[in-house]
C-alpha cells in the first residue's frame, strides 16, 4: 500500500474556489470518492479491548441522572456526585476489579476501561469514583492482606465507607517519600501514633476529605524502634457516623477549585492519633507486636517504589480519560466545523464552510490523528496492567515496565487534552465559550489531570532516568570498540514488552548515513526511524554529558544533573511520542478492511510527519534531515489534511458517542439548521425581486456608466 506522503496522485477537490478563498473541498468520503472507513469497525478498533465494557458504562451513562450541570453550585454538585457513586453501587458498576470472594469481577482491565468512560457524563464523578474505589479501596485491596479485606474491602465498594486516599501533603506532592506525617509505633499499647508535626505535613487535596470521608488509607513515616522505615500505608479512621471528626483528627475544605467542584477536597490533620497495630496495611511490611520489623523486600527504596506502583492504576486511567475527553471536544469542534459558514469576500457566493478552510484543518485534524495514537497506545497500556494486576505478568520487571509505560504516556495525553479541549474550543468562536457546548468546563475539570497522580515533568523524569540506564547496559562489559558504537535490533512488536529504549540497526552516531535514507522520502519506516534515531541521540548525548559526575561529589553530581534535566525530560517525551506513534503503526496493520486501512494510514502518516515537524530544528541540527526534506514535512502534513478533511466526520463519528454523551447544541445539528434558514431566506428576498441592492453594486454601476 502506498503511503500518503508520496501518492502521486493530488486529492480531490471541487473545481471552483469562492471568493473567499478556500476551496470547496468533498464534505464526505462519499462525495470525494476516496477510500472511507468503515465506522463501526474503527469504533470497536478505538474501544479497544474492553470494547464491551465500555458500551456498557456509556449505555449507562445516558441516563440523564449522571450528568454534569453547568454552572451548578458546588454544595449541590458535590451531594449530586455523591448520590451518583450510590448508583454505580446498585448497577453494579463500582466492583469490577475487585475480588470475587467480596462481590467483585475481578476484571481489572474492564473496571479501568469503565471508569474512564464516566468523564462524559461528569469529570468530577469519575474523579470521585476513582478515589473511592481506584485509590481508598484498591490501596485497602493491593497493600492489605486478608484480615484488611474481610474488615472493610466489601464495605468500601458498596459505599458504606466512603474514604479519602492521604497520600499527598501541602509541602510534598510528588516527592512522597519525604512526606512529614509519621507514624510511630507505641509496642505498650500495640498502637500506632499518627501525627502531623508541622503545617506542611498536612494531608491535602484529598478528595472525600472536606466533608463525606469516613477512613482514610493515609501514608505516613514508619517509625519503630527509633528507626524509620520509611513510607508505609495505614487505615485510619476519620469520622463518625453523624459526620463528626473523630478526637485528634482535625481539618480544612479546600473550597472552590478551578475545576472539578463535584469532589469534596479537603485537607487532614492529626493530634496525635492513635489506630491498632492491625490497621498497619501489611502486605510488603510489618510490625510485631514487641515493634519488630520485617519485610520480605529488604531493600527500602525498591520496597516503597513497589508499595507506589501497586496503586499505578491512577496514571493509566488518566491517560484513558484523557483521550476519551480529548476525542469529545473534537467531536463537537469537527461537527460544527462541517455546518458552520464563514466570509464570501463580499462577492455573492455562498459562504464558505469552517472546515474547508486550511487553516481550520490544521488546527483539528492533526489533532484527531494525536487523539486515534493515544487510544491505540492507551489499549497496550491497559492490557500491559490488567496483565500486572491479574498475575499473569507480576514479575519485577512486569511491573517496572508497567510503571515506566504509564509514566511516559500520561504526560503526554494529559497535555494534549487541556491543548485539544483548548484549540476546539477556540475553533468554535463564541460558541465554545458558551457553558452549554463543554468545552469550557472540560478544559477547567481536565486542568488539574497534568499534576495529580504524579506531576507530568517529574513522570517524565522518572522515565528519563530509565532510558538511561537501559542505555548503560547495553555497554555493561562491553570493550572499547563496542562503547564506540551503538548498534542493536528492536521490532515495534516489543513496544510494551519492555518499555525500555528503541533501537534500530544502525549507530546513532552516522549521521550521514541516516540523513541519506530519509532523502529517500517520509514513508512510515522513515518516519519511525526519524523518531526512534531522535530519543537514541538525546539519550546517548545525556549519558555522555553525565558521566563524568560518576567521579564527583554528591552534590556536584546532583548539579550536573539538574544541568540536564530539561533535556532529560524532552528525551522522555520524544520516547512517549514514538510509543504512541508504534501503537498506532501496530493497529494499522491489523485492519483488514482496505478502505478503512488506507484512510487510517493517511492518519497514521499525519501524526508522525506532525511529530517530527514539531522537533524539525533538532533533525535539522543533527543532520537527520537535508533542509529540502524538512521543507517537504509541512508541504505533506498539508496534503494530508486536505486528503483526509472529507474523511473528518467520519474519523470523529468513529468515537462512538451517542448524543446523551455530547449533549452540545451545536453539535446537535442546530447550526446546520440556521445554515438552512439563512440560506432560503437569502434565496426568496433575492427570487422576490426586492432585495435592497448593495452599495458596491452601485459603486461598480456608476463607474461603468461614467
Known amino acids: 500500500m502506498t503511503d500518503a506522503a508520496v501518492r502521486p496522485h493530488k486529492p480531490a477537490t471541487a473545481d471552483r474556489t469562492p471568493a473567499g478563498g478556500a476551496p470547496t473541498a468533498p464534505h464526505t468520503a462519499a462525495e470525494a470518492h476516496e477510500p472511507r472507513i468503515d465506522i463501526d469497525a474503527v469504533t470497536d478498533m478505538l474501544l479497544g479491548t474492553w470494547a464491551a465494557t465500555r458500551r456498557e458504562a456509556r449505555e449507562m451513562i445516558k441516563d440523564p441522572v449522571f450528568w454534569q450541570i453547568p454552572g451548578e453550585p458546588m454544595a449541590e454538585h458535590r451531594e449530586r456526585v455523591l448520590k451518583q457513586l450510590h448508583l454505580l453501587v446498585e448497577r453494579g458498576a463500582s466492583g469490577r476489579g475487585y475480588p470475587k470472594e467480596y462481590g467483585g469481577d475481578g476484571d481489572n482491565g474492564a473496571n479501568l476501561a469503565g471508569f474512564q468512560e464516566l468523564v462524559l457524563a461528569d469529570p468530577s464523578l469519575q474523579i470521585k469514583s476513582g478515589v473511592q474505589w481506584g485509590l481508598f479501596g484498591s490501596a485497602i485491596h493491593q497493600l492489605g492482606t486478608k484480615p484488611h479485606h474481610d474488615a472493610w474491602l466489601r464495605d468500601a465498594m458498596e459505599m458504606r465507607l466512603p474514604g479519602a486516599f492521604a497520600m499527598t501533603e501541602t509541602g510534598h506532592g510528588s516527592d512522597v517519600a519525604a512526606i512529614g506525617t509519621t507514624a510511630t509505633y507505641d509496642p505498650e499499647t500495640e498502637e500506632f501514633v499518627i501525627h502531623t508535626p508541622f503545617r506542611g505535613a498536612w494531608k491535602d487535596y484529598l478528595g472525600n ?85 520485617s519485610s520480605d523486600i529488604p531493600s527500602p527504596g525498591r520496597r516503597f517504589f513497589t508499595m507506589l506502583g501497586a496503586l499505578v492504576q491512577g496514571r493509566v486511567s488518566l491517560d ?21 459558514r464563514q466570509f464570501d469576500s463580499g462577492a455573492g457566493t455562498e459562504e464558505v464552510t469552517l472546515l474547508d478552510y486550511g487553516r481550520h484543518q490544521r488546527r483539528l485534524l492533526p489533532r484527531i490523528a494525536q487523539t486515534y495514537a493515544q487510544y491505540f497506545s492507551h489499549d497496550e497500556l491497559l492490557q500491559a496492567f490488567d496483565g500486572v494486576f491479574s498475575g499473569r505478568t ?42 452549554e457546548n463543554r468545552m469550557v468546563d472540560l478544559h477547567h475539570d481536565l486542568d488539574v489531570f497534568a499534576t495529580f497522580e504524579g506531576d507530568n515533568n517529574v513522570l517524565l523524569q522518572l522515565v528519563g532516568k530509565r532510558l538511561l540506564s537501559d542505555y548503560a547496559k547495553q555497554f555493561k562489559g562491553a570493550d572499547a570498540k563496542a562503547l564506540a558504537k551503538f548498534a542493536a535490533v528492536s521490532t515495534a512488536e516489543r513496544v510494551f514488552h519492555g518499555a525500555g529504549l528503541r533501537r534500530l540497526g544502525q549507530s546513532v552516531a552516522d549521521f550521514g548515513q541516516t540523513a541519506r ?13 526519524l523518531l526512534t534515531g531522535r530519543v537514541e541521540q538525546m539519550i546517548a ?51 483488514d478492511d482496505e478502505g478503512t486501512r488506507q484512510v487510517l494510514v493517511w492518519l497514521r502518516d499525519l501524526f508522525g ?7 524539525l530544528a533538532w533533525y535539522l541540527i543533527h543532520g537527520r534531515l537535508s533542509t529540502q526534506r524538512a521543507a517537504a514535512v509541512t508541504s505533506y502534513i498539508d496534503r494530508l489534511c486536505a486528503r483526509l478533511r472529507p474523511h473528518a466526520q467520519d474519523l470523529v463519528d468513529a468515537f462512538g458517542f451517542a448524543p446523551e454523551h455530547v449533549r452540545a447544541p451545536i453539535a446537535s445539528g442546530a447550526e446546520a439548521e440556521r445554515q438552512r434558514e439563512a440560506r432560503e431566506y437569502f434565496a426568496e428576498l433575492a427570487a422576490s425581486g426586492s432585495a435592497p441592492v448593495s452599495e458596491k453594486t452601485l459603486a461598480k454601476s456608476a463607474k461603468r456608466g461614467s
Open 541 to 591: 548525548d545525556i549519558a555522555a554529558a553525565l558521566r563524568p559526575a560518576s567521579k564527583m561529589s554528591q552534590q556536584d553530581a546532583a548539579a550536573v544533573f539538574n544541568q540536564h534535566q530539561s533535556e532529560l525530560i524532552e528525551a522522555a517525551r520524544a520516547h512517549g511520542e514514538l510509543l504512541q506513534w508504534e501503537a498506532f503503526a501496530q493497529g494499522v496493520e491489523r485492519v
Open 609 to 615: 510527519l506532525t511529530l517530527i515537524e514539531r522537533h
Open 320 to 340: 484513558g480519560s484523557a483521550t476519551t475527553a480529548s476525542a469529545l471536544a473534537e467531536y463537537i469542534a469537527v461537527t460544527y466545523a462541517n455546518q458552520r
Open 209 to 293: 476529605a472536606a466533608v463525606h470521608g469516613k477512613a482514610a488509607t493515609l501514608f505516613a513515616q514508619l517509625i519503630t524502634g527509633g528507626v524509620n522505615y520509611g513510607v508505609h500505608c495505614f487505615f485510619v479512621p476519620l469520622r463518625d457516623d453523624e459526620g463528626n471528626f473523630l478526637p485528634g483528627v482535625g481539618g480544612e475544605d479546600d473550597g472552590v477549585k478551578g475545576g472539578l467542584n463535584g469532589i469534596d477536597n479537603g485537607r487532614l490533620h492529626f493530634d496525635h492519633v492513635r489506630i491498632p497495630r492491625t490497621n498497619l496495611l501489611n502486605r510488603y511490611g510489618d510490625v510485631a507486636p514487641d515493634g519488630t520489623y
Open 517 to 529: 535514507s530519509v532523502e529517500l522520502g517520509l514513508r512510515a519506516e522513515q518516519q519511525h526511524e
Open 394 to 435: 507480576d514479575t519485577p520487571e512486569g511491573r517496572e515496565n508497567l510503571e515506566t509505560l504509564a509514566a511516559a504516556l500520561k504526560p503526554l495525553s494529559t497535555w494534549n487534552a487541556l491543548d485539544t479541549i483548548q484549540e476546539c474550543r477556540e475553533a468554535c468562536g463564541g460558541q465554545g465559550f458558551l457553558a
